[in-house]
Nanobody, 120 residues
């Protein structure tokens, strides 16, 4: 299973960005999908997750500003980010728990990360 993220970039404070992440490969099924953020030298913090049923969970710092969505047919997860602030700067990683057809085991996968920089 491969995760390909896109949509990062440089934006001014108060602006918006939309991230996308597509899961590809020989996939039997996908469970949760989500986004995590890593500021320089820090741990990866939860931004948002979404279950197959559409139940969402958000980190406290982004509640009310970010919205996660999912296309189950395309195995894609989105993150609409609004009201961006400099503290939102970091590398955003796509994450999923999926069952590959090659192993039939529920496995955690990470994308390569996409940089988001918010200038003040």
């Amino acid at each position: 299973v491969q995760l390909q993220a896109s949509g990062g970039g440089l934006v001014q404070a108060g602006g918006s960005l939309r991230l996308s992440c597509a899961a590809t490969g020989s996939i039997l099924s996908i469970a949760d999908m989500g986004w995590y953020r890593q500021a320089s030298g820090d741990q990866r913090d939860l931004i948002a997750t979404i279950t197959p049923a559409g139940t969402t969970k958000y980190g406290d710092s982004v509640k009310g500003r970010f919205t996660i969505g999912r296309d189950k047919v395309e195995n894609t997860v989105y993150l609409q980010m609004s009201g961006l602030q400099p503290e939102d700067t970091g590398v955003y990683y796509c994450n999923t728990r999926a069952i590959p057809r090659t192993t039939y085991a529920l496995t955690n996968f990470w994308g390569q990360g996409t940089q988001v920089t918010v200038s003040s």
